[in-house]
């Protein structure tokens, strides 16, 4: 079982590339979260999906966009890259209720410069 | 809207010693509350959660933690830090929609 992973780990970007952060699942989970987690701020939502088929935005979406692939992977693409998304990134996955215990991949850190 | 202050940026004690890290809340609903620890470089993990049972909660790895509705406090307390304890921790609620808020974090340093 290896729980949530994250694709990659680390990655530079310059200011206007895109890319594509990767999270998958193996423990048919039905909800999915990305989070960024910056000095000082906590986590914050940047979007979940609260099941297979759906996504909603999340307190900072913009910049942003989200694709549930299926119910095991849920993808956040950053379209073209701002220095103020430097940042560590989190997905999270949740069995189904929101009083459940989210559990959270190994993050992947981005820098843009 | 809900939110979560932690009192504190930064804890220091040494090791063998009680740890205390505050948070208090402010949720519209009876609201779930969890504490997350983050080692370095890692993810997150569920230390403890409140979902409207005992209000005194039993955690993994010694912590507890105590629900207290007319302070809305949920601070969480472990009777001897130990080295490995050193990490971030942060407490979160949840007002039961899929939007958690999470506090800005307590940075505990365990002093041998």
């Known amino acids: 079982n290896a729980g949530v992973t994250q694709t990659p780990k680390f990655q530079v970007l310059k200011t206007g590339q895109s890319m594509t952060l990767q999270c998958a699942q193996d423990m048919n989970h039905n909800s999915m979260y990305w989070y960024r987690q910056d000095p000082g701020m906590g986590l914050r939502l940047i979007y979940y999906s609260a099941s297979e088929g759906t996504t909603d935005k999340g307190e900072v979406p913009n910049g942003y966009n989200v694709s549930r692939l299926n119910k095991r992977e849920f993808s956040l693409r950053l379209e073209s890259a701002a220095p103020s998304q430097t940042s560590v990134y989190f997905c999270?996955?949740?069995?189904?209720?929101?009083?459940?215990?989210?559990?959270f991949g190994p993050g992947t850190r981005l820098l843009v410069l | 809207a809900q939110s979560v202050t932690q009192l504190d940026s930064h804890v220091s004690v040494s090791e063998g010693t009680p740890v205390l890290l505050r948070c208090n809340y402010s949720?519209?609903?009876?609201?779930?509350l969890f504490w997350y620890v983050q080692h370095p470089n890692k993810g997150l993990q569920l230390l403890l959660k409140?979902?409207?049972?005992?209000?005194l909660v039993k955690g993994i790895n010694g912590f507890e933690a105590e629900f207290k509705k007319s302070e809305t406090s949920f601070h969480l307390t472990k009777p001897s830090a130990h080295m490995s304890d050193a990490a971030e921790y942060f407490c979160?609620?949840?007002?039961?929609?899929?939007?958690?808020?999470f506090g800005a974090g307590t940075t505990v340093t365990v002093r041998a």
């Open positions: 409140y979902t409207s049972a005992a209000t």
């Open positions: 949720s519209s609903y009876s609201p779930s």
């Open positions: 979160v609620v949840s007002d039961h929609d899929y939007k958690l808020s």
């Open positions: 999270a996955s949740q069995r189904e209720s929101p009083q459940e215990t989210q559990y």
